[in-house]
């Protein structure tokens, strides 16, 4: 399998919001038409200048985007100033799932956190969702601590 | 009480390091020594001038720091381009602890986050330390996700 894994750029965003919204808890959330809100925009830009964050896309031999993700380099003084990267927004574009794109995009994105010195890599798995939890327990993942939400 | 919240300075480090070591966990995980190792100053700086992260300190009436915590602000697309309010390194000096700090430090980062434009915040909690898990569920936090890690 041939396939890109490269910073998205803003002519992605469209197919990239409607990854996140074709799914059953996106849908509730997400704000998906033809023309997208402007907020998206805002919010791509304040991503794209962070030097801490880094929103991927993979990309087929097809030059068609497959799957998203938004990898987050956090630096913390715990663990001796250590930086965590931190993986959400994940999904494969539905056509493409079950044909392990899910599994090389964490490969890569476990070898992009070594590349930038992250010691421990996180995310946080809504517990609605249980075979994504799996799915991370088989790459390595333990769920050792509560992923506590409150929303504002 | 008078506490006065406010980001911490380098001045503040060694005794932020010396709460986030003196814990079970802590102990573990940090190198608390009479000269800090350079490590926590570079990791300092990071965090200090990054936009979107705050190290916070509470100050008491006799200018004694009592506690700690990070706060990082975290634009995603998701939530049509919501920013996640995320807390970590949380802790109150030994001798202040149930007095009630750890509460009103909570009700400031919420604040806090709130200001910012923050629609959600979140954090993850070790399982093996229950009482904090109940501390955040009184704040209105719901154990609705598995926080996984994996260490690198």
Not at 34 to 58: G, M, R, T, W
Request: hydrophobic fraction near 40%; charged fraction near 30%.
């Amino acid at each position: 399998m041939e396939l890109k894994f490269r910073k998205a750029n803003k002519e992605d965003l469209y197919q990239i919001i409607e990854m996140l919204s074709d799914d059953k808890l996106g849908q509730l959330r997400e704000s998906f038409q033809n023309s997208l809100p402007k907020k998206y925009f805002d919010a791509f830009d304040i991503i794209n200048n962070d030097p801490h964050q880094e929103l991927i896309v993979i990309e087929n031999c097809e030059i068609e985007i497959v799957g998203t993700l938004q990898l987050s380099f956090i630096q913390y003084l715990t663990y001796q100033g250590g930086v965590r990267a931190q993986i959400e927004a994940v999904r494969i574009k539905k056509e493409f799932r079950g044909k392990g794109y899910g599994t090389l995009f964490f490969e890569w994105a476990i070898k992009r956190a070594k590349e930038k010195g992250a010691h421990l890599i996180q995310l946080t798995s809504d517990k609605k969702r249980p075979e994504a939890i799996h799915f991370y327990e088989k790459l390595g993942f333990t769920a050792t601590h509560e992923g506590m939400k409150l929303h504002l």
